[in-house]
Structure formats: C-alpha cells, structure tokens
Nanobody, 124 residues
Framework: QVQLVESGGGSVQPGESLTLSCAAS????????VGWFRQAPGKEREGVSC????????YYADDVKGRFTVSRDDTKDTVTLQMNSLKPDDTAVYYC?????????????????YGQGTAVTVSS
C-alpha cells in the first residue's frame, strides 16, 4: 500500500520550533520530489515547501522563507521540515506528498499520495 506518514506536529508557543518528518510506506521516497502542504481551519490547502529528488532544488512559500528548512535523508528515506520562529499563522494541519513524476527533479506540477497530516498549533 502506497502511503506517506507525517509526524512531529504539536502545540508550541510563538517563536518556538518544530521538526516535521515524512516517511513512506510501499515505495521509495528517494525516487520522488516531495512537497509539504498545510491547511488552516477554514482555508484551502497551500504549498509550503518542496525538495526535489536528490535535494538539489528547494522551494519555499514567501511567508515561510528564512524560517523553514526542508531537507531529505535518502539513507533513511525521509524528508524533514524544520520550522523555526513559528507564528500563530502557521497553525494548520501539515501534509507531505510526492510529486507525480517518478525520477523527476521538479517541484512544479501536481502531487499525489498525501499523508494523513500532522497538526501544528502555535499559540500563546
């Protein structure tokens, strides 16, 4: 069964950090570009970050640039989103997903196999 599993969410205060992880079941994550998305209550899902296959290219949404860092460890077949200086506006359910193109190196385009998500709450 092809599945992505996110972990690492939680409740923190503004300015604190969290590290989210994305792991795959049923396929090799290292063969795909991987995106991170989030959906806040009452809002549409939005793209947050992406890392290409091999890690050469990364993408960040404007409102997380300089605060979030995406990385991958292909030896562990995981992708990590390090989130620093968290703000209340970062509160959302965070999802990872794999790009639809196998062995591609792009972050542009469509994604599939979204995980079940991990909740992040930033509040004082």
């Amino acid at each position: 069964q092809v599945q992505l599993v996110e972990s690492g969410g939680g409740s923190v205060q503004p300015g604190e950090s969290l590290t989210l992880s994305c792991a795959a079941s049923g396929f090799t994550l290292a063969h795909w570009s991987v995106g991170w998305f989030r959906q806040a209550p009452g809002k549409e899902r939005e793209g947050v970050s992406c890392i290409s296959r091999g890690g050469e290219n990364t993408y960040y949404a404007d409102d997380v640039k300089g605060r979030f860092t995406v990385s991958r460890d292909d030896t562990k077949d995981t992708v990590t989103l390090q989130m620093n200086s968290l703000k209340p506006d970062d509160t959302a359910v965070y999802y990872c997903a794999k790009h639809i193109i196998l062995y591609g190196n792009t972050c542009s385009g469509d994604y599939a196999s979204y995980g079940q998500g991990t909740a992040v709450t930033v509040s004082s």
